[in-house]
């Protein structure tokens, strides 16, 4: 799905006040992110994608019912169009200033503290991608790296299984980082809503303290998170465990681009060599 046929499906829902041409792209991924007048339409890439476009509609509006700010539906239903998933919001304002680490932990406390709503959440899946990534990457990364993704996957799934958690399981945002944060005239709220997940409240926690320790977030930074929400993920003894599960994943997810991007190709290998050598201070980088 390119630009061209998002448009084509968001002309064929008809879900929009105006003409298509005005839509303005504002993503595009898993879903083509369109922006007109005070709505925001997201157009999923296949039909694959419609049970979690239906859950993320649930989730805004349980969330609206609990009080907790977040992106709100502007259609209760996702539509499927011409075998795309459709749905619509409301257009936040504008940003008033960027999402910080402490905004993040605010909007987090809130969601840890909600009971399971009425329909069911899945589990944080992290590593159900690896598979794919690396089937997508093929012949461009060395097949050594891709299998010992494949046993580092396996046995942080294993012991991802037996831990004993500190906080009550529950729901969660799923990927609480502050890309996922819109800071309006009102405060913060949550956007991107499709990873919610009912699993162990500390996957929340563990995506900042990874932030800190590999993709540098400064220490003030993350001790502005831990002393908003209340605790440091850190202290747990299982932290090791998400923190390798995620960084397995966010591996694994770069090898897809190598066939097509030098510079992903030299941050995969950048990171799968500091997995092998058990290096936690090697600086991880966008590409």
Known sequence: MDETRAREVLAAAGVLPGPVRDARLLALGENAVFAAGGLVVKVGRDAELLDRARRELAVAVWLEEAGVPAVRAAEPKALLVDGHPVTVW??????????????????????????????????????????????????????ADAAYLRE????????????????????????????????GPDGPVLIDLETFSSDLREHD????????????????????????????????????VLRGARETASCAWVSQHAPTNPKALAEFERRVTSLRNG???VRWYPF
């Open 279 to 281: 290096d936690t201070t």
């Open 205 to 240: 926690l563990v995506v900042m303290a990874l932030s800190r320790d590999r993709y540098g977030l400064p220490a003030e930074a993350y001790d502005s998170f831990t002393a908003a929400y209340g605790w440091d993920v850190r202290e747990w003894e299982g932290c090791a």
């Open 90 to 143: 409301h257009r936040l304002p504008d940003p008033v200033r960027p999402a910080e680490p402490r905004d993040v932990a605010e909007l987090i406390r809130l969601v840890h503290a909600l009971p399971s709503p009425s329909f069911e959440l899945p589990p944080r899946d992290l590593l159900g991608g690896v598979e794919r990534w690396l089937r997508l990457a093929g012949d461009a990364i060395d097949p």
């Open 152 to 183: 580092r996957r396996d046995g942080f799934a294993a012991a991802a299984a037996a831990l004993t958690p500190h906080l009550a399981p529950g729901p969660i945002h799923g990927d609480a980082l502050p890309r996922n944060v819109h800071v």
